[in-house]
């Protein structure tokens, strides 16, 4: 009588532990890989920005003057 299931046993170990082996590898690389893109997005988001410039501000008269060379009323302007 010949013992098939001691021979396919030992090669379904092996590629057991072969996936075990890739799996865990990898789940330590995506680990590792989302560890540096968040704490680097988390670092950006707690460092103070310099502003170079100052917010533009928006010239009200000169906007009136313009729409009354060109014969134009505002519609939503309110007058201040």
Do not use: H
Request: charged share 20%; hydrophobic share 45%.
């Amino acid at each position: 009588m010949i013992k098939t299931q001691n021979k396919i046993r030992p090669s379904f170990d092996r590629w057991l532990l072969v996936i075990s082996i890739v799996l865990g590898v990898s789940i330590i690389a995506i680990v590792v890989f989302s560890l540096i893109f968040l704490s680097n997005n988390l670092f950006q988001a707690f460092v103070p920005r310099v502003q170079t410039e100052p917010p533009t501000k928006f010239d009200m008269e000169g906007y009136r003057q313009v729409l009354k060379d060109l014969n134009r009323t505002p519609s939503v302007v309110s007058e201040e």
